[in-house]
């Protein structure tokens, strides 16, 4: 059981240092969309490596290829993109707490798209979220940028239509797999992306490859890995509800190595975000198990 919570930690810190390697890398001459088709082309490769060596299941269908293209080249692509430019106009520990709206937003459109019904408990826990958000943007340390803002909440808004997208794709086909295909399609396209605007480039220092291969495979593959491990050894949602540490983490680390600061108003906002996206979390949980009960029932 430690063993899992230990692995999902891991995992928390390894996404955490998403926004380190960026900047190092953007200090490095190494644009975004380099970046990005260099991360998720060197994950593709060793997930795939990964699936092969271990004699895991590499078969999808035509129809689940679809749907992982849609992840991986479509959705994954657009809501990595809009973070990695979000972490260039604001701080990085505010970029990943904007991230972590997504329970919110996976509730909202669950709502919509899936008629899931938005109990009292999921929508005290949405105002608690807001009323954190508030005060942390009302109590900036330092100059706020509107652009990052906006960034930071659209790719949130993209990564929940990911899961709950995911959620249904990645229920047929393994996590690994899914993984592989995933990262592959999403390097195909920043690839086609970035031919075709001209922003693919291999013209940068060579220190910037430190924070490449930190993105690929601390950031990513490493970060993969120990989630889906924890996760088994734990469960899905205190998998999920243990992974909301990674804004905390992010900004421990934002501290240590870019020296970005918030405001104590700030602190305790984000805490009340967490909080709240922890509340619809567990809320989630207890409507899923009310579905096992009714259908086994």
Do not use: C
Not at 85 to 101: D, E, G, M, R
Not at 232 to 260: C, D, H, R, W, Y
């Amino acid at each position: 059981m430690w063993k899992g919570y230990g692995l999902v930690l891991l995992s928390a810190t390894g996404f955490a240092f998403i926004p380190i390697f960026a900047l190092h890398a953007y200090n490095s001459g190494v644009n975004v969309t380099t970046l990005l088709f260099l991360r998720f082309a060197l994950a593709a490769l060793f997930f795939f490596m990964y699936v092969w060596f271990t004699k895991k299941n590499a078969k999808v269908s035509w129809s689940q290829l679809f749907y992982l293209f849609l992840l991986g080249g479509i959705f994954y692509m657009m809501q990595s993109s809009f973070y990695f430019h979000a972490v260039k106009y604001i701080p990085s520990s505010l970029a990943a707490l904007l991230l972590y709206l997504n329970p919110i937003f996976v509730a909202i459109f669950s709502f919509f798209i899936n008629q899931e019904k938005l109990t009292k408990r999921t929508m005290v826990a949405m105002a608690i979220s807001f009323s954190g958000m508030l005060l942390v943007l009302g109590a900036p340390e330092g100059k706020i940028q509107p652009l990052g803002i906006a960034l930071a909440i659209g790719a949130a808004v993209i990564y929940s239509i990911y899961i709950i997208v995911g959620n249904k794709v990645t229920a047929h086909v393994p996590p690994m797999t899914a993984s592989a295909y995933i990262a592959l399609f999403a390097a195909f396209s920043f690839f086609v992306w970035g031919i075709s605007v001209g922003t693919l480039h291999f013209q940068f220092d060579a220190k910037g490859w430190i924070s490449v291969i930190g993105t690929s495979f601390v950031s990513s593959v490493l970060a993969i890995l120990a989630f889906f491990s924890g996760m088994n050894m734990i469960g899905p949602t205190k998998a999920a509800i243990l992974s909301m540490l990674e804004p905390v983490i992010t900004f421990l680390l934002s501290m240590v190595f870019l020296q970005e600061r918030m405001s104590f108003m700030q602190m305790i906002g984000g805490l009340i975000v967490l909080s709240g996206a922890m509340l619809v979390a567990m809320g989630k949980e207890q409507q899923d198990k009310k579905k096992t009960i009714s259908i086994s029932a």
